[in-house]
Nanobody
Framework: QVQLQESGPGLVKPSQTLSLTCTVS??????????WSWIRQPPGKGLEWMGV???????YYSPSLKSRTSISRDTSKNHFSLQLSSVTPEDMAVYYC?????????WGQGTQVTVSS
């Protein structure tokens, strides 16, 4: 059973870069045809897909966030990371990492990120 756990600072100042890591257990991030995403949910709003890193390292980003988003991975640590630059209060949200496997999806529990000086 794949399990995902988000980690990172819960408070980021405006204009700084938000950095989160998703640690994966119960499976490898290089497993064929698995896709590893970052998704967020601002307060009172729906889920927003931010981007994905594929099993082979390819990345795809939401067009609306592409200029500020970077997703990377460390296969030796079996984790993948999100960096979102130049944050504003509008980036305040619960951030989730998730995996799409061959048969089902897996989600982390989410981590709250507040943007405030």
């Amino acid at each position: 059973q794949v399990q995902l756990q988000e980690s990172g600072p819960g408070l980021v100042k405006p204009s700084q870069t938000l950095s989160l890591t998703c640690t994966v257990s119960g499976g490898s991030i290089t497993t064929n045809y698995y896709f590893w995403s970052w998704i967020r949910q601002p307060p009172g709003k729906g889920l927003e897909w931010m981007g994905v890193i594929a099993y082979d390292g390819r990345t795809y980003y939401s067009p609306s966030l592409k200029s500020r988003t970077s997703i990377s991975r460390d296969t030796s640590k079996n984790h993948f990371s999100l960096q979102l630059s130049s944050v504003t209060p509008e980036d305040m949200a619960v951030y989730y990492c998730a995996a799409r496997g061959l048969l089902r999806d897996y989600w982390g529990q989410g981590t709250q990120v507040t943007v405030s000086s």
